[in-house]
């Protein structure tokens, strides 16, 4: 069991935050000790860290709120958030190609400019003009 | 015995790249020595083709593609490349 300090310094989420995802349930309701601190449990921490995730992909609260539905009882989870999470996932897997693709260029260019004489190619790239990925 | 196969050679550059030119001479020496009109080359510039490049799976230059297969990430010698060309286009 973590306290709300150990969490915030672990996750690097607020205490304000922390106590906004109770407020309004994207957490369960948190144990606490016998003088009120709030103490997290793993399971706890595991869904912050998911909500966290989420969050930096661009999901918002409430898609985040249904796909942990989903995510505590996938067999039994409505339609509605079956779907919500395939689309996601296909949404995923694009991100996860984007970054791919950008990933073998960077490593092209900085080859290309470890190898290079004169100049370097990855800075002619950010003058390329049909070159937007930048 | 040959096919009626084509070859295209790309030969995968960037600028400040010392070795470059000699792959560049290079395959121009082997496809005049086998004087076979199937085999045609050119010269790709890695930044102003970056998709392609990275489509290729290209990590540093030069490097030749071979019918849109990055066939040798570093060049090869002489007798290397002209055995791969012989082989492609069937001639025994």
Redesign the interface.
């Known amino acids: 069991m973590q306290r709300i300090g150990q969490v915030v310094a672990t996750l690097c989420i607020s205490a304000d935050t922390l106590r906004y995802y109770e407020k309004i349930g994207l957490i369960p309701e948190v144990s606490r000790t016998s003088g009120g601190v709030r103490l997290y449990s793993e399971q706890d921490l595991s869904r912050l860290r998911f909500i966290r995730r989420a969050q930096k992909i661009g999901f918002c609260l409430e898609e985040i709120a249904s796909l942990l539905t989903f995510r505590e009882d996938p067999q039994n989870a409505k339609a509605q958030v079956r779907q919500l999470a395939h689309q996601k996932l296909t949404e995923v897997e694009d991100h996860i190609a984007e970054l791919s693709?950008l990933r073998?260029?960077l490593?092209?260019?900085t080859?290309?400019c470890r190898?290079?004489?004169?100049?370097c190619?990855i800075l002619?790239?950010f003058d390329?003009g049909n070159?937007t990925r930048f | 015995m040959t096919s009626n196969a084509l070859v295209e050679i790309e030969v995968l550059t960037g600028s400040g790249c010392g070795h470059c030119q000699s792959a560049l001479g290079l395959v121009r020496e082997v496809i005049e020595e086998l004087g076979d009109d199937r085999v045609h080359y050119r010269e790709v510039n890695v930044v102003a083709e970056i998709d392609y490049a990275v489509s290729l799976g290209l990590l540093r230059t030069p490097a030749l593609a071979l019918n849109g297969e990055l066939v040798f990430p570093v060049p090869p010698n002489k007798a290397e490349l002209r055995q791969t060309l012989t082989e492609m286009l069937g001639i025994h």
């Open positions: 693709t073998d260029e490593r092209l260019l080859g290309l190898a290079s004489s004169e100049g190619p002619e790239s390329e070159n």
